[in-house]
């Protein structure tokens, strides 16, 4: 095993023993997720993936945004996370693959709106991985970055100080978007909520 795919491995482990209580962890974020659709607001009838979707939490609100005549696929590389989706109902919604947002299973320009919410810090390559999200997104095409809670109250969740090198602090995600195919359009990152929106750079 490389060290780029026993990095997936280690990423794989940390979320399979948190997969079946990873929504009782910290209940108050979940109606965060149906706020951060709003802002997305992915067009009905269109393709939108959740990138790193876990236990499918965005999947109704993405689904009641595009309706039923869109798609709505979520993606995750630990199978035990969306094995908790199918229990809770969120297959029913969307598509649920399991893969590598490294190397995803679709094709260029098919997707219309990306949401990922808690993936960023997660990916061993972020430049290589956002490319890799504007590969399989139209031009013109949307990606979410967000996270329940912002980066100072995560940091303080984990017992850690936040550092200028934090790959989500505007100075630093705007050229890491730049440089994958991305153009930074806003950015908010407060305690209830981190949300950065970018545009697929043609
Ligand atoms: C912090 S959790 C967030 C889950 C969900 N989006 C949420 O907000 O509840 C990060 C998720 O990203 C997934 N993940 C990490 N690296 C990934 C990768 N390279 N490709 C696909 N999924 C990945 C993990 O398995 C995990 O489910």
Known sequence: ????????????????????????????????????????????GSVVLDAGCGTGRALPALREAVGERGTVLGIDLTPEMLQQAARLGRDAVATLLVGDCGRLPLGDRVVDTVFAAGLITHLPEPAANLAELARITRPGGRLALFHPVGRAALAARHGRALTPDDLRAEPNLR????????????????????????GRVD
């Open 175 to 198: 050229p890491l978007l730049a440089g994958s195919g991305w153009r930074l359009t806003d950015y908010l990152d407060q305690d209830d909520r981190f949300l950065a929106l970018a």
């Open 1 to 44: 095993m490389d060290d780029h795919q026993a990095e997936l491995a280690r990423t794989r482990d940390f979320f399979a023993v948190r997969a079946a209580d990873w929504e009782e962890r910290f209940p108050d974020d979940g109606p965060r997720y149906a706020q951060a659709v709003v802002a997305l607001a992915p067009a009905p």
